[in-house]
């Protein structure tokens, strides 16, 4: 766990031994047993809060990027369907004068109006 090896471990338990006392080393061995389980359920969930975060925070910039490119699909859509700036268009073409009024009336037209030979 920590680079202690079974030696190192016997070495440990040895000087507790001598410290501590035999009658009261088995209460301490489990003071620290409950201890170090303890501590392991409690980074086991700061791991999966963390993990938890960094997934929500995953699927934000997931969930972002998806709307930026949907946004920008979008955009040049519209762009491709709009008729061209007004700088670029060819201007409308201008009636020409027609040179024979007359050619272009109604039958109606002229039957009503007084004809001057």
Do not use: Q, W
């Not at 047993?33 to 993990?51: N, P, Q, Y």
């Not at 201008?94 to 039958?107: A, C, I, Q, W, Y």
């Amino acid at each position: 766990m920590f680079g202690i090896g079974m030696p190192e471990l016997l070495v440990i338990a040895v000087i507790a031994l001598l410290v501590v006392g035999p009658k009261k080393l088995p209460d301490i061995a489990k003071a620290l047993g409950k201890g170090l389980s303890e501590f392991r359920k409690v980074t086991e969930d700061a791991t999966d809060t963390i993990k938890e975060t960094l997934k929500t925070d995953e699927i934000k910039k997931d969930m972002n990027d998806l709307k930026d490119s949907l946004l920008a699909d979008t955009e040049e859509k519209n762009a491709r369907s709009r008729p061209p700036a007004p700088s670029t268009m060819i201007p409308p073409r201008r009636p020409t004068p027609n040179p024979r009024p007359d050619l272009h009336r109604s039958p109606c037209t002229v039957s009503h109006e007084k004809r001057h030979y």
